[in-house]
Nanobody, 130 residues
Framework: RVLLVESGGGSVQAGGSLRLSCAVS????????MGWFRQAPGKEREGVAA????????YYADSVKGRFTISQDSVENTMYLQMNSLKPEDTAMYYC???????????????????????WGQGTQVTVSS
């Protein structure tokens, strides 16, 4: 059974930082897409960052470029999202996700299509106050 467990959410003031973690068990994602999505109340789920695990290629939504960094630790089977210079509009529930479909390049990852992802964590809340 594949299990993704997020941690690290919380409340910060604008300009602050948070680091989200996603611990993965039950599967080793070697040639796959993994990513972070977020969903604010009344809005659709949107992708913010993704990584193509085979080579570590990373992709970001324009709204977070230069502020967020996605990374993976293959030994610990954990994915991270470092979020700096947080803004109130970053407030949302953040989900980590993984796609068990084998990917031979990063094209699939940068599409940020939630329907492509087969496994999801339970979410962790991030709240940024002004």
């Amino acid at each position: 059974r594949v299990l993704l467990v997020e941690s690290g959410g919380g409340s910060v003031q604008a300009g602050g930082s948070l680091r989200l973690s996603c611990a993965v068990s039950g599967y080793t994602f070697n040639h796959n897409c993994m990513g972070w999505f977020r969903q604010a109340p009344g809005k659709e789920r949107e992708g913010v960052a993704a990584v193509y695990t085979a080579i570590g290629g990373t992709y970001y939504a324009d709204s977070v470029k230069g502020r967020f960094t996605i990374s993976q630790d293959s030994v610990e089977n954990t994915m991270y999202l470092q979020m700096n210079s947080l803004k109130p509009e970053d407030t949302a529930m953040y989900y980590c996700a993984a796609d068990r479909t084998l990917a031979w390049d990063g094209i699939r990852c940068r599409g940020f299509n939630p329907l492509d992802y087969t496994d999801w964590g339970q979410g962790t809340q991030v709240t940024v106050s002004s």
